[in-house]
């Protein structure tokens, strides 16, 4: 099993492009999440989804947008990035909400972006 | 809001010097989980505590719940250079949500 894959690993963005950060798990897990960490922040919950077809918000949810087709995968989306949106993001998964909260979530390697 | 806060926010010992890293929180929290980044890594869950006064021991780590369930802590006795990182604590609210730490980066001089 590879896990959860986070491409690419490292990624510069000119302000107002758009980009999609992608994660893929191959471990049938139903709950997926997006997090930013940021210096001195720690990890910041962005969106979620808690099966195929079904998102919401985190707790900073502005300038991003996610999606879920398919089990596997929960792209992430920058329509038009700010260099506010700088940032380490990771994915993380698990078999449930309540799986994670007791077992803990499995996170990505993540992916640094830079917006210049 | 709803928000953990986590002390130190750096940490620099001698091997085989002790370390403690706490968490608290205004609120109850449901359970606490804590997390070790290496540096360069991601995030790697390490434990769970539910019960109030709970405490669980991994080899050389002591994690503590608080008879409270608002505060919990991270202690690393005889610490080595493979203890470096950070550690997170997550805590869980009762309306679901969880909250991380802003986390303890942990170095270790050999």
């Known amino acids: 099993n590879a896990g959860v894959t986070q491409t690419p690993k490292f990624q510069v963005l000119k302000t107002g492009q758009s980009m999609t950060l992608q994660c893929a798990q191959d471990?049938?897990?139903?709950?997926m999440s997006w997090y930013r960490q940021d210096p001195g922040m720690g990890l910041r919950l962005i969106h979620y989804s808690v099966g195929a077809g079904i998102t919401d918000q985190g707790e900073v949810p502005n300038g991003y947008n996610v999606s879920r087709s398919t089990t596997e995968d929960f792209p992430l989306r920058l329509l038009s990035a700010a260099p506010s949106q700088t940032s380490v993001y990771f994915c993380?998964?698990?078999?449930?909400?309540?799986?994670?909260?007791?077992?803990?979530?499995?996170f990505g390697s993540g992916t640094r972006l830079t917006v210049v | 809001g709803q928000q953990v806060m986590q002390i130190p926010q750096y940490q620099h010992v001698q091997e085989g010097e002790d370390f403690t890293t706490y968490c608290n929180s205004s609120t109850t929290l449901s359970n606490i989980q804590w997390y070790k980044q290496r540096p360069g890594g991601h995030p790697v869950f390490l434990i769970q505590?539910?019960?109030?006064?709970e405490v669980k021991k991994q080899k050389r780590l002591t994690f503590q719940f608080g008879e409270a369930k608002k505060n919990s802590s991270l202690h690393i006795t005889a610490t080595q250079t493979t203890d470096v990182g950070t550690y997170f604590c997550?805590?869980?609210?009762?309306?679901?949500?969880?909250?991380f730490g802003a986390g303890t980066r942990l170095t270790v001089k050999p």
């Open positions: 471990m049938n897990h139903e709950y």
């Open positions: 505590l539910v019960k109030s006064g």
């Open positions: 997550a805590g869980l609210y009762n309306n679901n949500d969880m909250r």
């Open positions: 993380a998964s698990s078999y449930s909400f309540w799986t994670g909260t007791n077992y803990g979530y499995t």
